[in-house]
């Protein structure tokens, strides 16, 4: 079949690219449940390379590929899209635990403040543990298993890491729960066997058409449709063209690396169509460096993609209702943001009069956490009276404080007062002299 010759073709590219022999792809049709293709490895008959393991249906860790199960829960939680995060090196050590958990992003970069729609397009990790905090980890592993994985079932054993795919789960049951978002918010059970007929043509068995369960609110699959979606938001990542973009198609996709280049993901849909790949090593051999899911996994999903997109391409992804919230992080903008001409001796905001020589360009913002603003459990509701009392509090202010301070913003409300700059010279070349009772200042 054509996915078996590609994912060989693939497999036979990748071994030597990246030491990775082997690959498995599932498609399934998001709108009936029904299992469209099912590869398992890159040679059923090749048993000296463990080749008749179906790899579709045996636990990896899905690495950044789980990040949108977390999401998810976030958004049903009253987060959205444009709620605002500070990308910036973060301890998530609380009391009582010995070991420092310091994530990193891929390339090892901070962003400063991102949006939820960036952090998920973009895949960045320390967003992404944020957002698994705010949304809980006994809830988003309810989501997940919501949407039909079953393998996170020792709840106890997972932390914050979760979110960066430190649980086992299958190709088979993620590439169906990917399919959950495809079809606005409702799960139908994958299925294998839609007919049997004997020898004579008499129908033994014939399964029946599913109505499915609606396991998401429509307004959050739509949300996490339109981040995966969107090209430009992943561009400063992945780059323009990207194995991810099909030129006049939209598509959403996600991909996944796991620690040590052991697992590369690649899980992208259409309203009718849901294709995910794995590739890696049977034994759990870790690739070559670099082997992440966008560079091994996502061109055997483009290639295979590609070939089938137009017989599954009837409808296009809905949008998502547009919200306006008049709360700070949450509804996307800082408590306070400019930039002022600020007269370097008496720190009032400069006049017109003021040359530039004699004055500082600041910028002034009030950069606190999101925790200072919302309640984790009720993101909506009054902002906190006491946000210090969260246990992660201390950890987020702390990381902001100190990207402020290296970024060199003002990390306080802007002066008021408007003032001539004492002892300079104004346009005219005529001196200023600063008047001690002239407070010019309005403060309505």
Known sequence: TTAEE??????????????????????????????????????????ENDGNVNVAIRGNQPGSSFKPFAYATAFSKGYTPQTLLFDVETNFKVEDYEKDYIPQNYDGKFNGKVTMREALARSLNVPAVKTLYLAGIDETLKTAESMGISTLTDRKNYGLALVLGSGNVTLLEETAAFGVFANDGVKLDHRVVLKIQDSKGNIIREAETQSGKRVLAQQVARQINDCLQDNSARSPTFG??????????????????????????????????????????????????????????????????????????????????????????????????????????????????????????????????????????????????????????ENWEKAVQKYAQKHKIKNNPPPMDIRACEGKLNGDGEEVEYDEDDDDDDDD
């Open 240 to 393: 323009g063209h990207s194995p991810l973009y099909i030129s006049g198609k939209n598509v959403a996709a996600k991909t996944g690396t796991t620690q040590e280049y052991r697992d590369a993901w690649t899980v992208g849909y259409t309203p009718e169509l849901v294709v995910g790949v794995w590739a890696g090593n049977n034994y759990n051999e870790p690739m070559k460096e670099g082997a992440g899911g966008v560079a091994v996994a996502a061109p055997l999903w483009n290639d295979f993609m590609k070939r089938f997109i137009d017989q599954y391409s009837g409808t296009d992804f809905k949008k998502p209702k547009e919200e306006e919230i008049e709360k700070p992080m949450l509804g996307g903008f800082l408590e306070d943001e400019i930039e002022l001409r600020i007269d370097e001796d008496s720190g009032y905001i400069a006049t017109e009069d003021c040359k530039d020589k004699h004055i500082d360009k600041e910028k002034f913002q009030v950069s606190n956490t999101i925790l200072y603003y919302v309640d984790i459990e009720d993101p909506r509701g009054e902002i906190p009276e006491d946000p210090e009392e969260d246990p992660q509090y």
């Open 6 to 47: 590609l994912v060989k073709k693939h497999v036979e590219q990748n071994t030597t690219r990246w030491n990775a022999n082997n690959a498995a792809l599932v498609t399934i049709n998001p709108r009936t449940g029904d299992i469209l293709t099912m590869v398992g490895s890159r040679d059923y008959f090749d048993s």
